[in-house]
């Protein structure tokens, strides 16, 4: 039987990197676990009206608080609004930029397909 013993001709060599990969996987694992933890513990804070309003949200994006100022509440409701409302982009502009971030430190130096 010449085919004998041929699932086996996988090579050390394709073990190692094959244990490497798995290594690097649960490293990844572990540090986007850590990551999510500080994501969700981070405040990131948006404004609009040079301070009137800010909004503050986790490194996810999960509403934390709103901070309005009396001056902006004098500005009446529908410019009140408008303040609310761009302070809450800012807010997750901001977010979803550290959360990129984070994501890119994380995963530097991986060669992970789609990424």
Known sequence: MTG???GFNFGLGKMKELADAFKKAQQVQEGAKRLQEEL?????QGESGG?????????????????ISPDAVK?????L????????????????????ERMEELTSGLELPGF
């Open 81 to 100: 609004s408008d303040l609310v409302t761009a302070a809450m982009k800012d807010a997750y502009n901001k977010s979803t930029t550290t959360m990129r």
């Open 75 to 79: 500005e009446g409701a529908d410019v």
């Open 51 to 67: 301070g009137l309003v800010k909004v503050i949200v986790s490194g996810n994006q999960e509403p934390r608080r709103v901070e």
């Open 40 to 44: 969700e513990q981070m405040e990131i």
């Open 4 to 6: 004998k013993g041929q």
